[in-house]
């Protein structure tokens, strides 16, 4: 048995129907090529059929990326139409994956498809048959497979083996499985399944009980040997197995497991401050490989034995996953070169034009604060590469606030290049007001549902970084963003989320993966 894994990312389709985490073509575009310099195996780049943005994604993606090293893979459920939409997505790519799911468990063929077992089996049967028309690479899930009985389990893997699919996923859908049991699966299916090397078999689980990375380690100690998961773990509900950890674990870990993978671990950083960035969901501090703490010594004693030897305590090395900290770098003086120098260390490639605004960006700042460390560059960087073609801009923000005085906000806005639109506000406080300004000049009202201000680095002069959450037409829409002021931070984050609105960027999903 092969002992490299092959790593297949979710992000865009599993992970993005995380609420609120709904992604353009552009942005999914940017995750795409992140996805590739990380050198992931496959990258699962949407859902044709749940609605024409999906379908646009996968499609765009395809052509671009589809001859370019990782398979590019579209779900779909049993269904023809679904099956020829996927095809059709996928049409310019070389390297292609139709990905198919049915749900095979009791509680799922009871009450949501209201089928027996052997019209399942008929129905996985017929649509890997019909997708092998478009491609010869093709995944079948039986979804909640870890609640599937295991004889049941057995049939629908071997059928659809013998029908053409080259890759079974075994699919935690709901979180429920434990590392012994998921192990149990996968071997019972090595063990019984007669045509089983003829397919890869995959896991993919999900965070419920907090055990999706374990049970996917445990997937592969049983001889699975494709991992599904996410950058960060995003993902509906407590999300999927993230995909820094899994492939963390296997590389430190690699006397146990004795696997590889084709990661270039450098990049992991990198690439989860990318969908952080778009989605709009901040990683928690002490997230494993990749959160602010993660190589953070605050104990003494730790300290101490850092500094007669670093692997007292630290099991990994933070330049082998990109991760930087709030080390001073640059200041004033430092100049273009070692700017660049500093951009390409954190893992970015920029054209020289976005350069260039960076750089800009950069010096503006230095006249803000004295010392600029790599939380700021990298704020810089996002703020910089993630433009998209919003329909309002900033163009000036003028608050008064005070004790005794009425919060008041005064802002002007460029709007698709038309003369400047402009609208003042009260508020309980300046904020308030600066939302209330935005909330006026764009004709759109929303609820705020979370509000989050960070340093970004050390000192009063910090950066500040501000995430808002927003409800509108019972949709989720987040904005990020940072300045010295955080009050400007706030209107750049909640302006982000409103131009989301506008777009309607989140393009609402007739269908769900996850139900018929
Ligand atoms: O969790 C799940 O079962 C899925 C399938 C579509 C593979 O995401
Ligand atoms: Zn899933």
């Known amino acids: 048995m092969s002992d490299r894994v092959i790593i297949f990312d979710t992000t865009l389709r599993d992970g993005e129907q995380s609420p609120g985490c709904s992604m353009n073509t552009a942005e999914k575009l940017e995750v795409a090529l992140a996805l590739v310099e990380l050198g992931v195996d496959v990258i699962e780049a949407g859902f044709p059929i749940a609605s024409p943005g999906d379908f646009e994604a996968v499609q765009t993606i395809a052509r671009q990326f589809g001859d370019r090293g990782p398979k590019i893979c579209g779900l779909a459920r049993c269904r023809e139409e679904d099956i020829d939409r996927a095809g059709s997505a996928l049409q310019d790519a ?206 003494g004693i730790h300290q101490h034995g850092m500094l007669q030897e670093r692997t007292t305590y630290e099991i990994m090395r933070p330049e082998d996953v990109g991760f930087t900290g709030s080390n001073l770098v640059l200041g004033k003086h430092s100049g273009r070169h070692a700017f660049r120098d500093r951009i390409v260390q954190l893992g970015y490639q920029l054209d020289e034009r976005t350069f260039e605004k960076v750089f800009d960006d950069f010096i503006a700042l230095c006249d803000k604060k004295k010392n600029v460390y790599d939380a700021d560059i990298v704020a810089l960087v996002e703020n910089r590469s993630t433009e998209a073609p919003d329909r309002w801009k900033l163009a000036t923000l003028h608050t008064s606030a005070g004790t005794g005085s009425i919060p008041t906000a005064t802002i002007q806005l460029h709007e698709d290049g038309q003369p400047i639109v402009c609208d003042a506000a009260i508020g309980d406080g300046p904020v308030d007001a600066v939302f209330n300004a935005l909330e006026r000049i764009t004709g759109i009202s929303a609820r705020l549902q979370n509000y989050q201000v960070r340093s970004l680095s050390v000192g009063k002069e910090a950066q500040g970084e501000v995430l808002v959450e927003i409800v509108h037409n019972n949709h989720v829409f987040h904005g990020k963003a940072a300045s010295t002021d955080i009050i400007e931070a706030s209107a750049q984050a909640y302006l982000k989320a409103l131009n989301k609105a506008a777009a309607n960027r989140h393009t609402q999903k007739p269908l769900h993966a996850q139900h018929e």
């Open 94 to 299: 070389q390297n292609k994956r139709i990905h198919v799911f049915l749900a095979t468990s009791s509680i799922h063929r009871q009450y949501k498809l209201k089928m027996d077992k052997a019209e399942i089996v008929q129905k996985a049967v017929e649509s890997v048959a019909r997708a092998k028309a478009f491609c010869d690479d093709i995944e079948f899930s039986p979804e909640d497979a870890a609640r599937t009985e295991l004889d049941f389990l057995c049939e629908v893997v071997e059928k659809a083996i013998a029908a053409g699919a080259t890759t079974v996923n075994i699919p935690d859908t709901v979180g429920y499985a434990t590392p012994s049991q998921y192990f149990h699966v996968i071997s019972h299916l090595k063990k019984n399944v007669s045509n089983i090397a003829r397919a890869v078999i995959s896991t993919h689980c999900h965070d419920d009980l907090g055990l999706a990375v374990a049970n996917s380690l445990a997937g592969l100690e049983a001889g699975a040997r494709q991992v599904e998961c996410t950058l960060n773990g995003l993902g509906e509900r407590a999300g999927n197995a993230a995909l820094e950890e899994i492939v963390m674990a296997l590389r430190t870990r690699q006397d146990h497991y004795n696997l590889t993978t084709g990661i270039n671990t450098k990049k992991l950083c990198a690439a989860s401050r990318l969908v952080s960035t778009i989605t709009g969901m901040i990683v928690q501090r002490n997230k494993a490989i990749v959160g602010q703490n993660a190589f953070a010594h605050e104990a």
